[in-house]
């Protein structure tokens, strides 16, 4: 079993994974953590507290960072045009009255679960990194006791999403990644080298609704629509399933090919968000990738069809609602 922790901000893509993570047997979901970052912090945990009781998921969500880890740091707005205004694709998502978050702000829950359970938990982040940056903030020891930090995030041998150089998740918090990506605990990203080839077609996501037959996958489908539209043009046909595909790291690596050394995280300029990577073994002058920094993993390929089989095969099981 897998004791994970998801950090998130939903976001389409993110529903995608959340739904993967409570379907997936060895999975053992501990908690969801809310950033800001496809929506502000208010709407992604009001989504998260929506997808709860849609999905019927026992795990607690906790609030997490509505602002950036330097606090006065220009932020952007978010991407409406990708997510929708309700940060879920404009299906017009209700409030939840009946449901609440967690008393812990997200940070802290995180502190509290890894020190609950040393050496165990896996932290899947795929927003913003700065509920991860606050807590080893608040609590470095927490570096010695988590299994492993998967990162969606992140463009290494191409361009990002945002701007040439830089991804959405470590653009809207460059500062945050850095600190994250240089602890030493062990960090694999799954960045857009890997995520862009895992397009899930129109097709494929139809499949996943009428093979599971229940209305999980229903939402899940009509959710998902406002961002393939975004997606036309951009790739063939269908959606990137950017955050599912750190998911997928956590039960089946093999899937993945990486690249190890040391990784730093450019904070401002024109490349404001950029991801580096010193590859291990490779010689350089002197450079800010050197002294004792930890060597960490990045995602450089995938096996994108076998992927998508194994989220369609995971999501699409459970029948019941
Ligand atoms: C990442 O940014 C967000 O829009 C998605 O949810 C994903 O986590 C892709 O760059
Ligand atoms: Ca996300």
Redesign the pocket.
């Known amino acids: 079993m897998h004791k994970v922790i998801f950090d998130t ?1 939903p ?1 389409v ?2 529903a995608m994974a959340l739904l993967f993570l409570h379907h997936h047997p060895e999975i053992d979901l501990l908690g969801i953590n809310t950033v800001f ?2 929506a502000t912090i208010e709407t992604t945990t009001r989504n998260a507290l929506f997808l709860k009781r849609e999905w019927k998921i026992d795990a607690p969500v906790a609030q997490g960072a509505g602002e950036t880890f330097l606090p006065h740091r220009v932020s952007h707005e978010p ?1 409406a045009w ?2 929708g205004d309700d940060g879920l694709g404009n299906i017009g998502v209700p409030d939840v009255p009946d449901m609440s978050a967690d008393p812990r702000p997200a940070h802290r829950f995180l502190i509290e679960m890894i020190r609950a359970n040393p050496g165990e938990v896996t932290v899947v982040a ?2 913003r990194m700065t509920n991860l940056a606050n807590a080893l903030k608040e609590d470095p020891e927490i570096v010695g006791l988590v299994k492993e930090i998967v990162i ?2 992140g463009a290494f041998d191409c361009n990002g ?1 945002v701007t040439p150089a830089a ?3 470590i653009h809207g918090d460059p500062e945050a990644a850095d600190i994250v990506m240089t602890a030493k605990w062990p960090v694999v990203v799954v960045g ?1 080298d890997v ?1 862009m080839k895992t397009v899930m077609t129109r097709s494929q996501l139809a499949d996943i609704r009428d093979a599971a037959g229940s209305s999980r996958a229903r939402l899940l489908f009509d959710l998902s629509q406002f961002y393939i539209d975004f997606y036309e043009g951009l790739v063939d046909d269908g959606m990137v399933v ?2 599912s595909c750190a998911c997928v790291y956590v039960v089946a690596p093999e899937l993945f090919k990486t690249r190890s050394g040391p990784i730093r995280v450019v904070c401002g300029g024109i490349a404001d968000g950029q991801t580096i990577q010193k590859p291990d073994g490779r010689g350089f002058g002197p450079s800010e990738w050197d002294g004792d920094l930890p060597s960490q993993k990045i995602c450089v390929d995938i096996d994108a069809d076998a992927v998508l089989k194994l989220i369609h095969d995971v999501i699409s099981a459970v029948k019941e609602d």
């Open positions: 901000d976001g893509d993110d970052g496809n991407p990708i997510h795929v927003g969606m995030g999403n991804e959405a998740n857009l995520t950017h955050d």
